[in-house]
């Protein structure tokens, strides 16, 4: 029998909604059957938590006496874009100081970036401001210098424009040298292998079509209550699929936005990348609502059941074509070996699964108390049908 949303979130207000993380649904599906657990279930819950390279923060500082245009800020020495109005700022997640081009980006040292200022403000650290301007009559300073915090702030609010990819590649090195990359490091010779997902938690694995998932979804983000804006960026919904309907390669993406003054840094985190630059994790979860029995089919995928391609990053990426080395389930990559072409491969994740599952378990225990309810979209993202795929730069 269908459900709608309204129906759920009435059991959701009456604390009397049935809801399992989408690790749990696994076991009970197989206990109970899909037929009965399509009526007994309403909400199943996601995570994922992993470096998340497309994030950043929108800040507003307020005016300053005098009045002043930020053209140029820093926050503790890390870029932000300040092409806006007069105090408003962007920071991204991988900025990093000016003073560290690319030829200081090696193994072994520390890279302090965007996502550890945001990280810094979440948990209330104070933060140097830096600001230079041309000066106008109206915003008259040209010069500014501050300790700012995030109480401080009017706003401060991630927006995020490629989170939570539906799938993503498996890294290895086909070449004779070590190489560095968002990945992880990667020894040559394949002698292992990186990649970043939670696998059977991720949530728009247990959403392949994107039924339930669109403009407007409310979702946990950072350990706030936040929603999905759009599509995020290199969203690919015709990416290649398996016959369950997951893709084996990197898909949907999702544009995500919320509160920082609400957010708990245990899931906002900066990185440091060895070789690479700076980055930030992020968690998010999202309440899949189970609407209908096909929906109870989506949500009960295993890892097993979800292939993702290994391709070679030394060369031939990002052109997947020809870089495509093999395919492997999260039930192999999990495990800490994979075989490919007969040779054994180390596997290690990028992306926590006890993260994953923690947040999965929060957002669960969130709606099972009446203190977080689904959101219909108001939107369909681009789907299978859209044509729309993601197309690599035309360049020389």
């Known amino acids: 029998m269908a459900k709608t949303i309204e129906e759920i979130n009435e059991k959701i207000r009456k604390k009397k909604a049935c809801v399992f993380t989408a690790e749990e649904i696994i076991t009970y599906v197989e206990e109970k059957g899909s037929k009965h657990a399509a009526e007994e279930v309403d909400v199943v819950t996601t995570g994922t938590f992993g470096p998340m390279c497309s994030s950043g923060a929108f800040l507003n500082f307020g005016h300053s006496a005098p009045r002043m245009k930020m053209q140029n800020a820093w926050l503790n020495n890390v870029p932000a874009y300040g092409g806006l109005a007069a105090c408003d700022v962007y920071i991204g997640a991988t900025a990093i100081p000016e003073d560290d081009p690319a030829n200081k980006i090696y193994p072994g040292r520390f890279l302090y970036g965007g996502g550890h200022v945001i990280e810094d403000l979440i ?90 998932i669109g403009i407007g979804t ?53 990185v440091s990348m060895a070789g690479y630059g700076a980055s930030m994790a992020v968690g998010i979860g999202i309440p899949i609502p189970i609407l209908d029995e096909e929906m109870l089919g989506f949500v009960a995928v295993k890892d097993e059941d979800i292939f993702a391609s290994v391709v070679d990053y030394s060369g031939a990426y990002p052109k997947r074509e020809s870089g495509i080395v093999a395919r492997v389930n999260y039930k192999e990559l999990k495990n800490g070996r994979i075989i490919i072409n007969g040779k054994e491969v180390i596997s290690a994740g990028l992306s926590s699964y006890p993260m994953a599952l923690e947040i999965a378990t929060t957002l669960r225990d969130w709606i099972r108390g009446g203190e977080f309810f689904l959101s219909g979209k108001v939107a369909d993202l681009p789907g299978v049908t859209s044509g729309q795929t993601f197309k690599p730069m035309n360049c020389q």
Request: aromatic content about 10%; proline content about 6%.
């Open 218 to 270: 409310r979702i946990f983000l950072g350990g706030a209550q936040g929603y999905v804006f759009w599509e995020g960026t290199q969203h690919n919904p015709t990416a290649e699929r398996s016959r369950n309907g997951v893709p084996v390669e990197g898909a949907g993406t999702l544009a995500v936005t919320g509160d920082m003054k609400a957010m708990n840094p245990r899931y906002v985190r900066g």
């Open 123 to 212: 948990v209330g650290k104070k933060v140097v401001l830096r600001a230079t301007s041309y000066g106008t009559d109206c915003y008259p300073r040209k010069e500014l210098k501050t300790i700012v915090t995030l109480q401080d702030l009017n706003q401060a609010f991630l927006v995020n424009p490629r989170n939570a990819y539906q799938n993503y590649n498996v890294a290895v090195n086909l070449s004779n040298r070590v190489i560095y990359t968002y990945l992880g490091v990667l020894q040559p010779n394949m002698a292992n292998a990186g990649y970043s997902s939670a696998g059977q938690l991720s949530p728009l694995l247990n959403d392949p079509y994107l039924r339930t």
